[in-house]
Every structure is written in C-alpha cells, then in structure tokens.
C-alpha cells in the first residue's frame, strides 16, 4: 500500500477519530509488528499539536505465553506502577487510540478459565479509573492488516496478496482513497447517521421487535429518558470526536431487565483471540438464559458469567443490509468490521451518554434508569436479509426496518 495513502489514513484517525487538540496528550494501542503505521500516526498527533504521545505495545504471542506460565495470583494482581499509570490517565485524560491488527485465532489454545479469572479480578480494582475517565476523552478504535488476520480473511490468496486486499477494504470502510478527501466524506456519512438517530428520537419508542427467519424472535425495551446515538459524538468538556471507524450503526442502550426471546447470531464472533460460530441466545427478564453454539460453547459460558452484568444486554445497533460494509460480502473476523455490516446487539456494559442530559447525571444515576454495568461490552450480530424491527409507542407499531434495510 502507498505510504501517501496511509498517511492520509493516520490523519483521519488523527485528526476525525480522535480529534486530538493542541496540549492534549496521546495513548496509542498497537501490536508490536504495526511500529510502521503507528509511527505515521504518531507524526500526525504531534502535528495536531499533541503534548506527548506514549505507545503500549501488545504481542498476542506474548499475551498467550504470560497466561499460560504465570500464576493466577499474579495475573490478578494490578501491580503499583500500573496504579500510577492509571491515576496519571484520570489526571491528564489523554486521547486514546486503538490500532487493532489481532489474528482472530491468534490466541487459541489459551488457558481460559485462568485468563477471564484474572480479567474479573483485575476490573474490581482498575473499574474506579474507568469509571472516572467516563465521557471525559477522546478515543478511537481503528484497525490496520496483520498479515494472519488477512490470511484468516482470504484463505485462498498468498500472504502478500491477501495484505493487499485487507488494507483495500480497510481504506474503502473509512472513504479513504488516493483522490479524495476522507475527512470531508466522513463529514457527510457522519450527517447521515444523524438524520436516523433525529427520527428514531421523535418517535420515543417504548420497545423495539425483532423477527426473522433464522429464528430470532425477540423484543426489547427502551429507557424512556434515553436517546439514539450514532456516528460522532461530545464528551463533557465539549469536544466532538467519531469513536470508531469505521461506522455505520445507530445505537441506544436498552433497559436492563427487559428483554424477551431469542436472537440468533448471523455472523460469527471473534472473542479474546478464539470464534464463536453457529450461536444463539435467549433471553427472559433481561437475561441470557439459555445459549449454544457449534463452536465455542465453553467461551460463550465463560462470557457470559464474567460478572453480574455480563448476560444482560448493553446495546442495540441498528444498520441496513444494503450498506457499504454489508455489500462487500467479507467476513472480517473483527467485531469493529463484521458488526458494522448488520444490526447488532451487545452483552454487557451500556453506554451512559444515550441517557438525555447524562453530563449531568452522575454513572449511579444512569445505571438506576436502567444502563446496564459489566467489566464487557460485546456486540454479536443479528442482522439479515429479511430481518423486521418494529418500533412501538403506546402500542401503536411503526415499522422501522422491513427485508433488512431501513423502512423509512
């Protein structure tokens, strides 16, 4: 891929996704073998006027070897120095950048139960930062080929050949090409978004209903003081950033404890470096309460006991069939991708900033309306061809999506 491209792709993640400011530091995510592009992106931040810019680096490899050889005493444990990090970030509230690459297999034959044990562990002593960094930065998820992940997406092209063809849909899901400008073309797929979310928020549903034939039959109901989101959005302090590119949901978080039915996943799920294929899910009072899955059974188990939150739901999303990532008809084994190509939903944590007027609530205030609490969000996809989402209002049905796309 041509190096002008790729700054032109650095900026926008820049300059749209986390809408660094001059003085603001930078936090950048990345895996060890992406140092070429993260470099671009460094430049950027500091040509956006960044302060600082601090890289941590992964390696699945790693990750898998620390696992499976330390203890799980010591896994649990949140040492001092990440204490200070941790409190440093709640200081400074620096913009976070997050450049995914994961093989979706790559940590396959892990110790499970001894990594989600000392995942829960960990979130009962670092969810206090967290909690504190809520709606206050800037952050943005956006992905770069590995040269596994694009043989897991094009099995039959060489490993050359299928890095080619995973950075051309990556640039084509984000409108950047050699003769446009992306950032403008953001700007008009960003006021789409928003034209959805503005007649979802006049209709104020009470529920939503889902029906397709796979199987998914199910209903959900919504927070009376809540709204759809969708593409950019504020934090507190007033700065307008896109959080994850590329998009093409519009979303509300669901009141806990009342969901009804069964959802059956239309896509397979890349979790924690291993796939759940072929599942569905029920639920009753909000609850997931009974599952299967042809593949992946025992990681569905483990998820969806990680804590008291985990089997409820965090999210809905709503996207057409016929939309750009859809219509590329690639499975890309990463949720950032494979959920922005259908209508998803999310176990989990929900989103705080859906509630009306959430900067002046308080986190407690917002979980009491009814936003669920998890240390996980995880979107799984529902979405077809032929899916049927209602929308009710004092019992009176309005469709809002027929044969998968929007009815409006």
């Known amino acids: 891929m041509k190096k002008s491209i790729l700054k032109k792709y650095a900026r926008m993640i820049v300059r749209v996704g986390a809408a660094v400011k001059p003085g603001q530091p930078v936090r950048i995510m990345a895996a060890a073998d992406q140092h070429d592009f993260v470099t671009l992106v460094v430049a950027e931040c500091y040509k956006a006027g960044a302060s ?8 699945q490899p790693i990750d898998k070897l620390n696992v499976n050889n330390r203890t799980l005493e010591s896994l649990s444990t949140v040492p001092k120095w990440q204490h ?8 400074e509230v620096p913009c976070r950048i997050w450049i995914d690459s994961d ?27 967290s909690d504190a960094l809520e709606n206050r930065d800037q952050w943005c998820i956006a992905a770069v080929p590995s040269y596994a992940w694009a043989k897991k997406v094009f099995p039959n092209e060489n490993k050359a050949r299928a890095y080619e063809h995973l950075w051309e849909a990556i640039l084509k899901t984000v409108y950047v090409t050699p003769d446009n400008d992306p950032e403008k073309a953001w700007a008009k797929h960003d006021a789409e978004l928003k034209a959805h979310t503005e007649f979802l928020n006049k209709m104020k549903f ?15 109901s919504l927070i009376p003081e809540s709204h759809w989101a969708g593409g950019g959005e504020f934090t507190l302090g007033g700065n307008y950033f896109s959080p994850n590119l590329p998009s093409e949901e519009v979303f509300i978080s669901p009141k806990r404890g009342f969901a009804e039915g069964r959802l059956v996943a239309t896509k397979p799920l890349s979790y924690q ?32 006991a990680m804590d008291e939150g985990a089997p409820y739901l965090g999210e809905l999303a709503l996207i057409a069939h016929d939309s750009p990532i859809s219509n590329m008809n690639i499975l890309f084994y990463n949720t950032l991708f494979d959920e922005n190509a259908s209508c998803h939903v999310a176990l989990g944590r929900g989103f705080c900033d859906t509630i009306d007027n959430f900067q002046d609530r308080s986190l407690e205030e917002c979980r009491a309306l009814g936003v669920n609490d998890s240390m996980i969000h995880v979107d799984f996809m ?18 809002i999506f027929r044969n998968g796309n929007w009815a409006f």
């Open 52 to 59: 600082r810019v601090d890289i941590d680096w992964t390696w």
């Open 84 to 91: 200070e990090k941790l409190k440093l970030m709640v200081e």
């Open 103 to 129: 093989d979706p297999d790559g940590l396959a034959g892990i110790d499970q139960e001894k990594m989600q044990r000392s995942a829960m562990a960990r979130y009962k002593v670092t969810r206090k930062y």
């Open 206 to 220: 009470d529920y939503l209903e889902y029906e397709s034939s796979n199987g998914t039959h199910f209903k959900a």
């Open 273 to 304: 470096g291993q796939l759940i294929t072929d599942f569905w899910i029920e639920f009753k009072d909000g609850k997931a309460v009974n599952w299967d899955a042809a593949q992946g059974k025992p990681l569905l188990d483990k998820m969806l």
């Open 382 to 399: 529902v979405g077809a061809a032929d899916m049927s989402i209602t929308g009710y209002k004092n019992g009176k049905a309005t469709p």
